[in-house]
């Protein structure tokens, strides 16, 4: 008999949008973002996931973070060589998420 795979979900096309920088964050602006991120699947694509690291404004600690739909947490982490922004989801607007986070 045959095999069907077509209806479960590992065809759905993920994609990974990746982002390193420099630019330095306050934990305020950060949340903002996030917020914005994980409750708005309107502008963004679907988001599924995103974590990161990038330099704190102000601090010598960094900020990491940790996103899923509809919840988020930042929390403060030792400094890395070069900040770093991971979007996991479909469908995404890579232009939209850079101006989100004003890269």
């Not at 995103?50 to 973070?65: I, N, T, V």
């Amino acid at each position: 008999h045959e095999h069907h795979h077509h209806h479960h979900h590992a065809d759905e096309v993920f994609e990974s949008i990746g982002k390193e920088t420099n630019k330095k964050f306050t934990k305020e602006k950060l949340d903002k973002i996030l917020n914005e991120l994980a409750n708005n699947d309107e502008d963004y694509g679907m988001v599924l996931r995103s974590k990161g690291m990038l330099p704190c404004e102000g601090s010598d600690e960094w900020l990491y973070f940790d996103l899923t739909p509809g919840e988020y947490e930042i929390r403060g982490g030792a400094p890395d060589f070069t900040g770093k922004i991971v979007v996991i989801g479909s469908k995404l607007d890579k232009d939209a998420l850079m101006k989100l986070f004003e890269l």
